[in-house]
């Protein structure tokens, strides 16, 4: 098991990620920007780091999106997944999978979105590369791949700047994050093959990057 697996393992860290997760207010922007660019026809979702399934709820909340869309969420952590089969409770359009993203993912088949929210940042940059080719070969033709993620600074100025606006000192600063570009990461997504590929919402270190299959 790798530290950052380690660390989210830890119901503590777990349980306070959770008690937090709405204090940055920037990220429902962000989150709106996500849910605005799922397919309006999508049948199967996959999120990864999942958590306690934030975005499956807020998709589940959007009438735009047809009803009966089937998910599977990803999450290493046995905390995460309690709150989130606690939260989906006899909800059978939600499949809950303990998975260390470290790993390669399980064959779950194909899907018409990926979404990941704030997880991918904790692995190492070759691991982001082979884990967004995984990504694109599970879509389906014309499906979506959308990254709500942490990402670096251009700057030690920036990088402190926001760390101020979050409230929160830098001494904090998660020592599992493996944070990177959004230029770099975009870059990524084009050499595997990723088409239309963007970053559609950015505050500071929070960016919505997102890329489709064809």
């Known amino acids: 098991?790798?530290?950052?697996?380690?660390?989210?393992?830890?119901?503590?860290?777990?349980?306070?990620?959770?008690?937090?997760?709405?204090?940055?207010?920037?990220r429902k922007l962000g989150e709106a920007v996500l849910l605005e660019n799922l397919p309006e026809k999508a049948s199967r979702i996959l999120d990864?780091?999942?958590?306690?399934?934030?975005?499956?709820?807020?998709?589940?909340?959007?009438?735009?999106?047809?009803?009966?869309?089937?998910?599977?969420?990803?999450?290493?952590?046995?905390?995460?997944?309690?709150a989130l089969k606690k939260n989906f409770t006899n909800d059978l359009?939600?499949?809950?999978?303990?998975?260390?993203?470290d790993k390669p993912l399980p064959n779950l088949g194909y899907?018409?979105?990926?979404?990941?929210?704030?997880?991918?940042?904790?692995?190492?940059?070759?691991?982001k590369y082979s884990l967004y080719e995984e990504i694109y070969d599970m879509l389906n033709p014309l499906g979506v791949f959308c990254n709500l993620e942490h990402v670096s600074s251009i700057s030690i100025r920036q990088h402190i700047k926001?760390?101020?606006?979050?409230?929160?000192?830098?001494?904090?600063?998660?020592?599992?994050?493996?944070?990177?570009s959004v230029?770099?990461?975009?870059?990524?997504l084009r050499d595997i093959g990723f088409v239309e590929v963007d970053c559609l919402w950015k505050w500071y270190e929070m960016a919505l990057l997102i890329g489709y299959k064809n």
């Open 48 to 82: 990864i780091g999942s958590g306690d399934g934030r975005l499956i709820k807020l998709i589940k909340e959007n009438t735009q999106i047809r009803s009966d869309i089937e998910f599977i969420a990803l999450d290493v952590s046995p905390t995460m997944l309690v």
């Open 111 to 127: 899907f018409d979105a990926i979404i990941s929210s704030f997880a991918i940042h904790h692995l190492k940059h070759n691991r």
């Open 162 to 180: 926001f760390f101020n606006l979050i409230g929160e000192p830098l001494s904090q600063e998660e020592k599992t994050d493996k944070t990177l």
């Open 1 to 26: 098991m790798n530290t950052s697996s380690e660390e989210w393992s830890n119901p503590d860290k777990s349980l306070n990620y959770l008690k937090n997760a709405d204090s940055y207010s920037h």
């Open 183 to 188: 230029e770099k990461q975009l870059q990524m």
């Open 93 to 101: 359009s939600v499949s809950a999978i303990e998975h260390n993203i």
